[in-house]
């Protein structure tokens, strides 16, 4: 039977099931271009570290720090992540001392990320999912691969700001936020002696840490 034999009710049909099949095809297809934003960030961050590890057996943790410090800086919201730790604190904190604490907050987490990814044996990173967060986040899902032993989860939490994506917390393996710990770790500090307090203790811990 040709096409003009064919009742125009059932060719409407088989163009309308057609232009479904083409429409849920395209929905389901992502050009590598037009990958989201916030998984390509997380995505570079982790290449950014494996690329220290493999580097770690020839140079200083203080050239890691170097290499790192706009790793860092590009992925996670600095300002935000202090502001969220150092709870009500912040706001009654005067411009100065938030400056400060923003620097040192930022110092001592880049010599933490220089201290621990301080060598290559094989691991690797897995982008598990991406998923929808409350207010507008982004929870971004991944593990880390260590030959011979349990993959460790870190969970990504993103959020635009200024229309430029950013993590502003970190959930790692047991459902522990990295913001509560800070929060928890700098209470007493914050209470007896503010933003100032904290700021002179985190750039005394990095200094530690970096053999300063």
Known sequence: MNKRNLPEKSIRTAFRRLAILIGVGLAFWVSPASASPARDLVEKFHDNLIA???KADSISIEQR??????AVRRTFNMPE???IASGSVWR???DGDKSAAVAAFTKMSVSTYASRFDGFSGQRFETVSETPGPKNSV???TRIHRPGDTPVKLTYILRQYSGQWRAFDVIVAGGISELALRHSEYRAILKKGGLGALAAILNKKSDQILGR
Do not use: A, N, Q, S
């Open 65 to 70: 720090f170097e290499i790192l410090d706009p």
């Open 92 to 94: 009654t904190g005067v």
């Open 81 to 83: 992540m202090i502001r």
């Open 139 to 141: 929870v971004v899902r």
């Open 52 to 54: 220290v590890m493999k």
